[in-house]
């Protein structure tokens, strides 16, 4: 999908074609493939990613669901709403240790939530800007550590070390057809004593 875009500049040679074929009121054989081609494709991934029984990846805990790239496009939006549900209390800070799953936490969990990714700037990307707008920790504060089993990775010990105590971990199973395919797990974090920059950077594992 990155390089996605660069095929917009196919778009006026296939107007061209098309043109062509319109003043004729014919459709190119090649055209009609293509179309079926594009609708088989978009089905196929459509039951995949919200039917299919079971994984395309590791099945084993605890990197449950580890190389499916079909959980990168669903299970957010209710983890999203059990998250809130369970720990919804009160405004909040969320960490978590890599671009992704960052940009899909601060994407679906509410405002309130502050999605803050600390590592070094190869694994955060642009959060190392997105972080500097955001409400910061504060001392005394508590927070959020997040990570999925998919990408499993459990706090380090810049995160560690920046807390008083971190309790025991919840873990919310995502379902999909009466399987479970994926774990989120919330590390509850009790009282900030600095040690995380506001920009999130940190060398080495965070």
């Known amino acids: 999908h990155w390089n996605g875009m660069a095929y917009c500049t196919l778009l006026p040679l296939a107007a061209i074609q098309l043109r062509k074929a319109i003043q004729i009121r014919l459709i190119p054989t090649a055209i009609k493939y293509s179309f079926g081609l594009l ?35 669903c299970g957010w939006r209710s983890f ?25 936490l601060n994407f679906y969990l509410p405002e309130k939530f502050q999605v803050m990714a600390v590592g070094p700037l190869q694994n955060i990307h ?21 990570s999925v089993s998919n990408f499993y990775s459990p706090p380090g010990p810049v ?3 920046a807390f008083t105590s971190i309790e025991p971990v919840v873990k919310i ?3 999909r057809s009466g ?10 974090l009790r009282g900030y ?5 506001a920009n999130g950077l940190i060398a080495g594992t965070p």
């Open 159 to 161: 995160i560690k070390n």
């Open 126 to 146: 642009q959060f190392a800007w997105i972080n500097d707008i955001q409400r910061s920790l504060q001392p005394g504060g508590d927070a959020f550590y997040i």
């Open 193 to 197: 004593c600095g040690g995380i920059p």
């Open 39 to 73: 609708v088989a494709a978009v089905l196929i991934l459509l039951i995949l990613v919200k039917a299919y029984p079971g994984l395309l990846g590791n099945g084993r805990m605890p990197a449950l669901g580890k190389n499916d790239i079909t959980l990168d496009m």
């Open 80 to 104: 999203a709403q059990d998250f809130t549900k369970q720990f919804g209390g009160k405004p909040t800070v969320v960490l978590t240790d890599y671009w992704f799953p960052a940009g899909h």
């Open 173 to 175: 199973p995502q379902w």
């Open 179 to 188: 399987k479970i395919v994926r774990y989120f797990y919330i590390y509850p």
